[in-house]
């Protein structure tokens, strides 16, 4: 944060030498103000030249083309600024060359970082820069590890790497950053809101020189990549007035120019708020495969929805997030919080990577509890890669239980569970589920982990008091030989009560996630064994989409004592349609669990999301199969649920609906039961023109009752629920515009008891 009392004190002086706000005497050589707020390029001030902004949006693949992400006047320090996204915007600007540098130079930046990269290949996330590895020449001067931040300066015979670990950057809030290199006295300096903070002599052998390649505002100029597609060593967060100036600074220069760019708001940065650092939901508009009803982050990459909770009343929902673009690196913990599971708001990260010695390289799957005095709690995995393992327990309470958004958490200094030598298979252990033993003062927390030479796992611990587990041993094992992959670790254990079997017994599904895909049993739970007996020793898939819907996690709801899951959709595409994109993933809908008189699983969508049917544009009750085709055929969306109950006739046949249908079936994707094959299956072979995704699903046996199936469509996600006995969760990519339209598929002898159709609304505010 910015220490605006000793920026104060320089405001008079700044008043009498604002116009001199350079490097001593020496004129500048570029200027970027990023004050546009509209177009995709910026203007370097001092040569009058227009800059490309690069930005994923520019030439929009999946939606209308869009502008960089500028910020207005009243967030930034001079008329306005820019977001950068953290993977697709830059600045690209010819190079400085020798001869404008000889004298030695300053480079300086108002920046607000909203999360810090992991520093992969060692380079810093650039603010500027203009360097060449290979070469050693050139300069990057930009954010590392956990807001350290610093400058490298090549000097043909090594690489001088100047850096502040003591001082480091705030997240969300504005600082201003300077450094300057002096070839006389082969000094580098560094400044932070105008106060020199380090100085540092370069070795005496080697020249700076700079290479003839791009200079970039927001990007090290060699990049790590990530599947040749996505750019790391990406600023993320705000920036305004760059600055490049000939000669080196000096304290006095630099506090100039600080003093200089506040006189005008009293020597005040402004506060940022969370509007300021996420990308508004209005960006994605016109994209015809973003969700607009199922839950996802404003941009970016998500998995595993996690740690859901209630409390004061209010839901929490967690979520794995990596805030530097739509891929998988660099893991924190998002926020959600709502009154009804259905309409969400976003909050600021709840949990990041620190250089804490705990989890510096990622906040990973976890789930959420209460202490005895009624306040949560959060568990996760801990990523230290410098650990052995790498992977424990941490925990995490709110820094103000008053707080109704609980918006803010603060980490149990250490972990509070370790895997030792013997438990479990060493090196597998990850994603803690805790939960209460009734009323009793007694926790169980199960992590994912394998048997050495034998199944996956979970490990039970035991504790009185939250932050002391003692060890209990695997909560059951299977003969995995055979069930191909169920050797592998049995991740985001999840074991929640479902009622009681026709023994009189409780009943507990076990949940698990292997290479992708959801599996469960159903059985019992002794709590003075910590044990559980599976009432099958055969795994079974919760969803037959195939490994769309995965990374289970669950609660008991304390209002209606429901066992309520969450799950991650998966999106099926690839990492440059993500790159195109802006975002991956999303949360497939809350489903509500239960134990049938058959002693089988029962799941639906929970009844709250009833709050999202806008407009009813169907309800049809006892009429035949034509009648009802005749309405659906006049039927045109994508954000819709579709609720059909049908009265087969003794004819085979695939019973269900089309969705994403074209003109003439040249695109259209199939949810249906085939009961001469005794199946529930989605046949996507012309869901793409030109591509086939085939054909999904898995056994189900209708039996002598109703057909009855609800879907919930909603652009390129799709989930149906079938006689609350099993789900399917897939994806739709139609490539026509006019893939819109809904069909029924039924035999001729078959009665439609009940069709109806709802537009639906969206889910996420405040974004």
Known sequence: MIQHDAIASLLLAASMAASQATAGDAPPLARWGLDERAGSQTVEQVSGRRDQVNYVFNHARFKPDSAPLWRPEASCI?????????????????????????RGFTLSAWVAPHAFEWG????????????????????????????????????GAAVADVRVDDRKLPRDSWSHVAASYDPATRQVALYLNGERIARKAVPADGRFAVPERPLTLGRYSQPEQIGGVFKLNTFLGLMDEVRIDAGAADAADVARIVAADLAPRAGKAPKLSSADMTIPASTFDGDRYRPRYHLMPDAGWMNEPHAPFYYQGRYHLFFQKNPFGP?????????WTSTDMVHWRELPIALAPEDDGLATDGIWSGSATHAADGTPVLFFTAGNDKARPNQRTGMATPCDARDPELACWKKHPTPVTLQAQGMGRFGEFRDPFVFRDGERQRWFQLVGSALPGGSGTALVYESTDLRHWTPRGPLFSIDARPFPDFEKTWELPVLLPVGKGVDGRERHVFLNDVRGQAYYWIGVF?????????????????????????????????????????????GERTLRDEWDAGWAHNAGLPIALSLGADGELRLAPIGELAALRGRQLIDLRDVGVAEAAKALAGLHGDGLEIELELAPSAQAAKRGVSVRVAPGRAEATDLYVDSAAGRLEIDRTLTTEGKSYGVQG??????????????????????????????????TYPSRVDADGLALLAAPGDRVVSLKVWAMGATVKGN
């Open 78 to 102: 001079h008329q306005g600024c820019l977001l950068f996204d953290g993977y697709s915007t830059d600045v690209t600007a010819p190079p400085l060359t020798d001869a404008q540098l000889r």
């Open 120 to 155: 992969d290949g060692g380079h810093y996330s650039a603010f500027i820069s203009q360097f060449d590895a290979e070469a050693r020449q050139g300069f990057s001067f930009g954010v590392y590890r956990f807001g350290t931040w610093g400058i490298k300066i090549g000097l």
């Open 327 to 335: 891929f998988w690196h660099q893991i924190h913990w998002g926020h």
């Open 526 to 570: 002794d709590a003075a064994s910590a044990r559980f007996k599976p009432d099958s020793e055969a795994p079974r898939a919760f969803d037959v989409g195939q490994g769309h819907f995965s990374g289970p996690s669950g609660f008991v709801d304390p209002k209606t004592a429901r066992s309520i899951v969450f799950s991650i959709a998966q």
């Open 698 to 731: 898995g056994a189900f046996e209708l039996g002598p009752e109703n057909l009855r199936m609800r879907v919930f469509l909603d652009r390129s996600m799709v989930e149906a629920y079938v006689n609350e006995r099993r789900s399917l969760t897939s994806r």
